[in-house]
């Protein structure tokens, strides 16, 4: 409501144009990155005589690096709009109107802070990602091979 009563209906969509332009970019290399590393296969670590619980753990972590090395490339090529998405919405917290469109926060930010502005805050955000990823993975194997019994 208070968006709605500052800037209007309008104000609650700052930002949707370069969101808009990260998810479909990133979901295209997300899904292309992936299929070339579905395409590789990557050998198997484990030799011949493993345990089952080890060949699943190692299938586990196979499609867990190639689903990391496909989010890591998206998150690196869309993260320029994920910065002008950003910066469009928490504008309005100090009210400025830098930020109005997507070329034109393109190019302040280019005369501003140059190329490395686009990519302010990749670090901690890959490795959130990341690190959220093989937590969530390897929480629900466990899960999947301990704690659910099969019966």
């Given at each position: 409501k208070h968006i709605i009563k500052i800037d209007g209906k309008a104000g609650l969509y700052k930002g949707l144009g370069p969101r808009l332009c990260a998810g479909a970019i990133g979901t295209v290399v997300h899904s292309k990155v992936l299929q070339?590393?579905?395409?590789?296969?990557?050998?198997?670590?484990?030799?011949?005589?493993?345990?089952a619980a080890e060949s699943s753990l190692q299938h586990v972590v196979n499609e867990t690096t190639k689903e990391m090395v496909a989010r890591s490339c998206a998150t690196i090529i869309t993260h320029p709009f994920h910065v002008i998405t950003l910066r469009c919405m928490v504008q309005f917290i100090g009210r400025e109107t830098k930020y109005s469109g997507l070329f034109d926060s393109i190019v302040t930010v280019y005369r501003e802070e140059g190329v490395l502005g686009f990519f302010a805050g990749l670090i901690p955000r890959l490795l959130a990602d990341i690190l959220s990823l093989w937590m969530c993975n390897l929480l629900a194997h466990v899960i999947n091979t301990y704690a659910i019994d099969d019966t």
């Open positions: 070339k590393c579905q395409e590789k296969g990557t050998p198997q670590v484990l030799g011949g005589q493993q345990k």
